[in-house]
């Protein structure tokens, strides 16, 4: 049939009107949408009253029931709900806003209807972004890509918070596909490279954040006039409140593992932040932050141990992370290109040489980083790749980091090679 | 309320995501069941169809035993769907657990979650007496007699055969867990490194 292989932002449709009279309309049109009054996503309350309970399941099953039907529509209509229908944005958005995260403190909801139909939900969402994020379900029913750019951007169907949280929802045991409509979505609008180039001052403000409430970036230090002795002391992570230490940590936790999540899916988005100077900030940022945090972790007294042992988790959980994330953006910008034999090879190594330098004067960062990635390694791929990569500077490299273990009161275990 | 979140200050404080009000709306559950309420009654199946069904071809005894049992059916659908609602809301609650009773014996607990679905908290009572009407309206006639009923005269008991979207892909459930770099120093807990060189 000839006439079905004409995408769905070009078709026109003949059905019958509001009175009943036949009339033809674009496929796409708002008159086309049902109203079916999505709801907002509610989290499962934690220790919440049976009332509570019960408000959540009716959400829930809202969602389920509403979510399937719509998976189960027709492409045309389901596109026609998807632009149109503010109420299902406003249902997705509120479960990607409010959905509980694995790290969260309390995760798992506390009856097993909740957990089931949790469950049920995070499935379907799933579906649900991978079927916005695909402009050919099969050879009869397509989009334009570029109509299919601009009607996933200008709709905000998708936009940069949405995508992290996808990553750090999903993308565990869904990366591949996860990739994929990523991959889709940045290929058919580039905007969103744009809109990610201007997100990434923010999460570099949200490190910022962390220092000022840790009292470790002294808002006089960069203003004109000296600090007066007897001026404000900002709480340290020793003396806030243990609140707001919590806060703190799950705070670092979840950026980290959100960051990294997402790099990890889509590394085409690490040049972005590597442009920005997202390597340097986040290496002096762990230098300052995480020593102080560790501190008041371990020597705080807090009356709940168990408390004291799942914030030390979640501490050197991002940890963790800030050393992957910090791994990804030297590989995917630096090390990468150099071992596909990329033209200016020599600008790369010398780019990740200088990164390696400058983390000289980052002991802490150096020595965790080196646990996880030993730098021999990579430089031992650069002198593969570029023999003539000069020796002293590798050596003095190396003698670095051994001082970094050093400094930090660490002995770093023999290679197992 | 949500814990801390990179996203819920990406949204708040950068200009690339659409500024939502997601206030607590105390009416979203009794807007969604108007809404489901309504849908439910241009679907086809009316209260009409049902008397005639239920009436027709009846001698006068069963005729007027039929006719009560419609009139209570009606009593319970007024006192589930609450007393403030018109003839048309109490006739559509009423096919509706015409629908939902037909094949049923007793009140089980989908049927139960099937009419607070649609028309919120309701007494279990009305419930029970709803059942018991509608086994007496079907009783006189043959299982599939009901239900071929049912199937010709409601729209959503056709719905169009078609896989949804997403049937074949494998979706894992797997998610992040903690993956901590170290173990907490227990000897080093609430006390300063002590040296104990001198």
């Known amino acids: 049939m000839a006439s079905a292989r004409v995408p769905l932002d070009e078709r026109q449709v003949t059905e019958p009107g509001p009175l009943g009279k036949e009339h033809t309309l674009p496929a796409l049109h708002p008159d086309r949408k049902e109203d079916r009054c999505f709801v907002p996503y509610k989290p499962p309350p934690e220790n919440g009253s049976p009332a509570e309970v019960e408000e959540f399941l009716d959400h829930a099953r809202f969602i389920m029931e509403d979510l399937e039907w719509l998976l189960a529509l027709p492409h045309d209509k389901f596109w026609c709900q998807v632009v149109f229908d503010e109420s299902l944005q406003r249902?997705?958005?509120?479960?990607?806003?409010?959905?509980?995260?694995?790290?969260?403190?309390?995760?798992?909801?506390?009856?097993?209807a909740m957990a089931e139909i949790?469950?049920?939900?995070?499935?379907?969402?799933?579906?649900?972004?991978?079927?916005?994020?695909?402009?050919?379900?099969?050879?009869?029913?397509?989009?334009?890509?570029?109509?299919?750019?601009?009607?996933?951007?200008?709709?905000?169907?998708f936009d940069i918070p949405k995508i992290l949280d996808l990553c750090v929802l999903f993308g565990k045991g869904n990366s591949q596909l996860l990739h994929k409509m990523i991959d889709n979505i940045f290929t058919q609008q580039p905007s969103y490279y744009s809109d990610l180039n201007e997100t990434v001052p923010t999460v570099l403000q949200v490190f910022d954040?962390?220092?000022?409430?840790?009292?470790?970036?002294?808002?006089?230090?960069?203003?004109?006039?000296?600090?007066?002795?007897?001026?404000?002391?900002?709480?340290?992570?020793?003396?806030?409140?243990?609140?707001?230490?919590?806060?703190?940590?799950?705070?670092?936790?979840?950026?980290?593992?959100?960051?990294?999540?997402?790099?990890?899916?889509?590394?085409?988005?690490?040049?972005?932040?590597?442009?920005?100077?997202?390597?340097?900030?986040?290496?002096?940022?762990?230098?300052?932050?995480?020593?102080?945090?560790?501190?008041?972790?371990r020597k705080r007294n807090f009356d709940d141990k168990s408390l004291q042992e799942d914030l030390w988790k979640r501490l050197s959980h991002s940890c963790r992370k800030m050393v992957?994330?910090?791994?990804?953006?030297?590989?995917?910008?630096?090390?990468?290109p150099i071992l596909e034999g990329r033209e200016n090879m020599q600008t790369f190594a010398e780019e990740l040489l200088q990164h390696f330098t400058s983390f000289l004067t980052e002991k802490r960062f150096l020595s965790d980083y080196d646990e996880v990635f030993p730098l021999s390694d990579d430089i031992s791929l650069l002198q593969q790749a570029l023999p003539v990569i000069d020796e002293t500077r590798t050596s003095y490299l190396l003698q670095g980091v051994e001082s970094a273990w050093e400094s930090v009161g660490r002995r770093k275990l023999p290679n197992p090679s | 309320m949500s814990p801390p979140r990179l996203t819920g200050a990406l949204r708040s404080f950068s200009h690339v995501s659409k500024k939502e009000d997601f206030s607590n709306n105390p009416?979203?559950?009794?807007?969604?069941?108007?809404?489901?309420?309504?849908?439910?009654?241009?679907?086809?199946?009316?209260?009409?169809?049902?008397?005639?069904?239920?009436?027709?071809?009846?001698?006068?005894?069963?005729?007027?035993?039929?006719?009560?049992?419609?009139?209570?059916?009606?009593?319970?659908?007024?006192?589930i769907v609450g007393s403030e609602h018109g003839q048309e809301a109490i006739q559509s609650a009423a096919v509706f657990l015409f629908e939902t009773f037909h094949n049923k014996d007793h009140v089980g607990t989908e049927e139960t979650w099937a009419?607070?679905?649609?028309?919120?908290?309701?007494?279990?009572?009305?419930a029970e007496a709803s059942c018991n009407c509608v086994a007496q309206l079907v009783a006189p006639f043959e299982n599939s007699h009901v239900e071929g009923f049912i199937q010709t005269q409601s729209s959503c008991h056709n719905p169009q055969q078609r896989s949804s979207f997403g049937c074949n892909i494998v979706f894992s459930y797997d998610c992040y867990a903690l993956d901590p770099l170290k173990d907490l120093p227990h000897s080093g807990m609430h006390m300063e490194n002590t040296s104990l060189e001198f």
Not at chain 2, 36 to 56: D, M, P, S
């Open chain 1, 118 to 157: 949790q469950r049920s939900i995070h499935k379907e969402v799933f579906l649900t972004f991978l079927r916005m994020a695909t402009y050919k379900e099969s050879k009869d029913n397509f989009l334009t890509p570029a109509v299919f750019g601009e009607i996933i951007y200008d709709n905000f169907l």
């Open chain 1, 209 to 297: 954040s962390v220092l000022e409430k840790c009292g470790l970036r002294c808002e006089g230090a960069t203003a004109m006039e000296p600090m007066k002795l007897n001026a404000y002391k900002q709480p340290t992570a020793m003396t806030m409140s243990q609140q707001e230490l919590v806060d703190i940590v799950l705070y670092l936790c979840d950026s980290t593992t959100t960051i990294h999540a997402f790099l990890d899916i889509f590394p085409a988005a690490c040049s972005t932040f590597h442009s920005h100077g997202f390597l340097s900030r986040l290496t002096s940022f762990y230098e300052t932050t995480v020593p102080d945090l560790e501190k008041a972790v």
């Open chain 1, 91 to 112: 249902c997705l958005d509120s479960y990607l806003r409010y959905a509980p995260r694995s790290l969260d403190l309390t995760a798992l909801p506390s009856s097993s």
């Open chain 1, 324 to 336: 992957e994330t910090a791994h990804l953006l030297l590989h995917h910008t630096c090390l990468q």
């Open chain 2, 115 to 126: 009419i607070k679905q649609m028309f919120g908290p309701f007494p279990a009572t009305a």
């Open chain 2, 27 to 79: 009416n979203d559950l009794k807007t969604k069941r108007q809404k489901r309420q309504e849908l439910f009654a241009n679907e086809g199946l009316t209260w009409q169809k049902i008397v005639c069904f239920c009436t027709e071809h009846q001698d006068k005894a069963k005729n007027r035993a039929a006719s009560q049992e419609l009139k209570n059916l009606l009593l319970a659908a007024k006192q």
